[in-house]
Each structure stands twice: as C-alpha cells, then as structure tokens.
C-alpha cells in the first residue's frame, strides 16, 4: 500500500492554500524572513524550564547569539541546536518552542545558535559559526553548568546539512566529536536528481523551487558541489564519524538524499539508526501545535537523547 500523508498535515496544506501566503522566494529576503516569524513564533505562554539565558558569544567575525535552555539547576549534558530554512530563514525565536520541547523531555540543555544567514553571509559561515560555538561549549561547561563529556548536534534541513559537515570537519580535524548527531531531514547534495523532487517537488511544505532558491542564496559564486563540508553525501569516507540518528519525510523532496545518507553512514561503519516517518512531509518539527504525529516525533528525538549512552566519552583533541 502506497504512503498515505498524515490526514491532519493533508488538512493543514488545505488551510495554508486557502490562506494564499506567497512561497519565500516571492519575496524580498526580509519579508520571507518576518512571513515566517509571524507563523512560527510562540504567542502566548512558553513551555517551562528550569531557566532560558540568551548568551553572546565572541567570535573573529562578531557576537553569535547563542540561546541556553535548561530543563534543571543541575549539570546536564548539552546538544548545539541548528535550525533550518535554507540557510536564509529563521532564527532562535521560530525555533523557540521546539527546542524547549526538547529540553524538557530529554533532560538535556539545548544550545540554539543564531548562525550568521546567507545571502548576506555564504558558505562557509554558517559552518564556521557552528565550529566556533561548539568549542566555546567545550571551553565553558562550568560557565554554563553541563557535562562537557556529553555533547551532541541537533540540525534540521539546512541546519541538518550544517550539523553532518560539523561533525566530518571535527572528525578531519582531530577535534573532540559529538557523542551523537540528529540529523532530521537534513539537505544533503544539491543534486535534484532524485526521484523525490518529482514526485514531491511541489504542493507540500517544501517545494524543490525552494530548494533552489535556498541554495542560490547560500553558495558562493566558485563552488565546488563535490565539497564535503559544503554537502556531507560527497564526502569519499564517512567512517568514524559521530554515531547518527538520522530521521526522514516521506513527502518531502529530500528523502532520498536522506535515506542514501544514512546508507552511507552505515556502510562506513557508523552506528545509525534511521526513522522514516511514512506519512510526514517537510518542515514537521514546527508543527507539533496543529500535528499529533509531529509531536511524537519530537518526543521521539528528545527520548533518544535521553537514552543516549551516559558514559560515552567525547573524543580526544
């Protein structure tokens, strides 16, 4: 039996039609940018933690804002959190909710970055922001009361791409790596080739114009597509790199970049364990207040973190 979307993300595509909101890429950067902080910003009373501190950090190119959630006073261990939106869109307050969600049911500080965002700022910022902000949590755990031997990466879409390039640059590097990466629907090439785009390249939360659009805006003029630390599936050995939760849509245009990645992975002989949520699109972390089965998928994340091996050491470097 073919993949049936979930009936109340087939309801809320009827409602998003109806409501006629233009696509991003119709319009000037700021307006996509407050179109999208006017849907995904929390109204009303957020979800409580033990405290929420939002932190400058100091960096060769100027303060990151950096976004603390704790979900107790005592010691935790910490997970850096990217966001997504074609690395244009979105910030710490669209992803305000989620990452609250996620602290409270796993028990881990999350550390959202507000990562420098293209086109002002192209590759590789994004990625150089997310180097430095992991050493700095490395550097600062009793500043910042958590277990430095416990880090991991959390990145969705584009901020899933950054994630996967974070964790093979500290591998090259020799640097201390995450205990584990959760990468959720992460873009991982920049090939449309994939039987994905046409069959759901358009009437979802994600279309492959985006895609386009997304990318446009965050390559630099000379590229190479072949650059790991630009789209992590090129790169020629995944070996030794982060254990990896690795979690897909099935109508998304990315889901069979996502899937290869994760066969990838574990043919490098990475520990990975791949969901495919069969009746998701694109885009679901953000929906949780309108999708029963997204917030599932949330608390899904958050119980593997949870579960992660408490003793598992970061690597040496």
Known sequence: MAPQLDPQARALLEVMSAGGAPQPYALSIEQAREQMRAAFVTRGEPIALHSVE???????HGDLGLRLYRPAENTRPVALFLHGGGWTLNDLDTHDRLCRRIARR???SIAALDFRRAPEHRHPAALEDAYLAYRWLLDNPSRLEFDASRIALIGESSGGATAA?????????????????ILVYPIVDMSDHWASYDEHGSGYTLDARFVRWSLENYLPPEHNPSDPYLFPLSAEDLS?????????????????????????????????????????MHGFLLLDRALDRAGTLIDLIAETLASHDSKAPVGSG
Do not use: M
Request: a negative charge; aromatic letters at 6%.
């Open 54 to 60: 939002n932190i400058s950090l100091p960096t060769p």
């Open 106 to 108: 796993s028990g881990w």
């Open 165 to 181: 390039c974070l964790a093979l640059l500290l591998r090259d590097l020799g640097a201390p790596q995450p205990t584990l990466q």
């Open 240 to 280: 030794e790199v982060a254990s990896t939760f690795l979690l897909t849509a099935e109508f998304d245009p990315l889901r069979d970049g996502g899937i290869a990645y994760a066969r990838k992975l574990a043919d490098a002989g990475v520990a990975v364990e791949h969901i495919h949520a069969e009746d998701q």
